[in-house]
């Protein structure tokens, strides 16, 4: 498989964007219309990188597949204002991507997402339905607006001030803590990380066992995250964290609406995710249709964890391509 991208970067939103590209030698929709185009949103602690195998699968069947680091991330330029890490901002971002190089103000994209980038998929559907033909979301459920749920309150009755996000909260303070890690344990932490429960962070953790890397993950991946989050540091991703509450505050206006797009949904039966409380019941029982109507296909896989796409990406790569193919 051809693992070889173009990179651009972009101005959008006030801030300069980079994103990998990778375009299709053929098309078969007629040689003087463009291929449709994916778009690839990242979650923590990813990069672009992470979809380099969805990118060369899906365009060697002719899409055109965009992958942006998101802001504050790798190349991409990190505001370095705390407060400018919304939803709204990122969605933003999104938005004048696909202006820059789709081109036209009412062209439509489709969407993969996984985790934070799944989380923004959601808003990017929500705020601007107009921009997304269908979505392949992972990992994050949607979940509407609730008054009784404001996030970081939520989690620490959940899991307590050990929880990861709860101690993201205060500015610089796990940034000093990771420096004293090393990048690059770090990112193998959280990387590999494979419990299905949730990941607690105590002041003072020790970080002295080896670590192991998956068959999905290489020394050459790991040094590749490495090289750029020693360029850009962590503050700019855990930015993503500290705004959950902002943005649960923003989009009070949102209240009861609807995701109106068509998605499909998968996720890892070992995904911290599923098994964050309420979750599991809340996909099965109806509810997750109830709020995401043109929810075709819920997919849990079997014996996966929480980088799914990752660990099987030939897989997902097919789920994406079976279900974007009947657009």
């Not at 990992?139 to 404001?150: G, M, Y």
């Not at 004293?180 to 419990?195: A, D, I, P, Q």
């Not at 066992?209 to 700019?236: A, H, I, M, N």
């Not at 009861?256 to 911290?272: C, E, R, S, W």
Request: hydrophobic share 40%.
């Amino acid at each position: 498989m051809d693992l070889t991208f173009t990179h651009r970067f972009v101005k959008v939103n006030g801030i300069n964007m980079h994103f990998a590209e990778k375009t299709p030698s053929f098309t078969d929709n007629g040689a003087s219309r463009p291929p449709p185009v994916i778009l690839f949103l990242h979650g923590f602690p990813e990069l672009w990188y992470t979809w380099r195998h969805q990118m060369a699968a899906l365009s060697s069947l002719g899409y055109r597949t965009i992958a942006p680091d998101l802001r504050g991330y790798g190349d991409t330029e990190a505001p370095e204002s705390a407060d400018a890490y919304t939803s709204l901002h990122v969605v933003g971002d999104l938005i004048g991507l696909i202006d820059a190089v789709v081109g036209g103000d009412r062209e439509k994209v489709f969407v993969v997402g996984h985790d934070w980038g799944a989380v923004i998929a959601w808003h990017l559907c929500l705020l601007r339905p107009d921009r997304v033909k269908a979505l392949v979301n992972m990992s994050v459920v949607f979940e509407p607006w609730n008054l009784k749920r404001k996030p970081i309150s939520m989690f620490k009755s959940f899991y307590g001030d050990d929880y990861y996000i709860c101690r993201f909260q205060e500015y610089g303070e796990i940034e000093a803590e990771f420096a004293k890690v090393g990048t690059e344990r770090v990112l193998l932490e959280m990387l590999t990380y494979r419990n299905p429960g949730p990941i607690l962070l105590p002041k003072g953790k020790s970080y002295d066992d080896p670590v192991s890397l998956p068959s999905w993950l290489t020394e050459y991946d790991v040094k590749y995250y490495v090289s750029k989050y020693e360029k850009s540091g962590f503050t700019g991703p855990v930015n993503y964290y500290r705004n959950m509450d902002r943005t649960w505050e923003m989009m009070g206006a949102f209240s009861n609406a609807q995701v109106k797009v068509p998605v499909k949904f998968i996720i890892g039966d070992q995904d911290l995710t599923y098994h964050i409380p309420r979750t599991k019941k809340y996909i099965h029982d109806g509810r997750f249709k109830s709020h995401v109507p043109l929810l075709d296909e819920v997919v849990v896989l079997k014996g996966v964890g929480h980088f799914l796409h990752e660990e099987r990406p030939d897989e997902i790569s097919k789920h994406i391509h079976d279900y974007f193919l009947t657009f």
